[in-house]
Nanobody
Framework: QVQLVESGGGLVQAGGSLRLSCAAS??????MGWFRQAPGKEREFVAA????????MSADSVKGRFTISRDNAKNTVYLQMNSLKPEDTAVYYC?????????????????????WGQGTQVTVSS
């Protein structure tokens, strides 16, 4: 079992930046992802990263603004969020999976991920 602990959320004005962190208690996964859930909406994919070679993928809604990265030595994944918009307001979750990176479609799905963090609130004011 692995525990995931997120940090870095908060309140920011539109156009601002935040960096989220997610520390894993130990490495028992192949890949990690970030998802978000706004009030009244389903949880949606934001970005994912391969722990093996650092390959990344991200949702079209955040491309060019959000960057996912990792620190293997610290078992930590980051989400750098720039040019934030009010529609980015949500609870952000990190998650881990053993699914292979070659199965890209699966990595977009909530049910693919085995362990989840507790979530961190990001609020973007207009």
């Amino acid at each position: 079992q692995v525990q995931l602990v997120e940090s870095g959320g908060g309140l920011v004005q539109a156009g601002g930046s935040l960096r989220l962190s997610c520390a894993a208690s130990r490495r028992t996964f192949r890949n990690m992802g970030w998802f978000r859930q706004a009030p009244g909406k389903e949880r949606e994919f934001v970005a994912a990263i391969s722990w093996t070679d650092g390959s990344t993928m991200s949702a079209d809604s955040v491309k060019g603004r959000f960057t996912i990265s990792r620190d293997n030595a610290k078992n930590t994944v980051y989400l750098q969020m720039n040019s934030l918009k009010p529609e980015d307001t949500a609870v952000y979750y990190c998650a881990s999976t053993w699914e292979r990176w070659t199965n890209a479609q699966a990595l977009l799905r909530v049910r693919t991920y085995d362990y989840w963090g507790q979530g961190t609130q990001v609020t973007v004011s207009s």
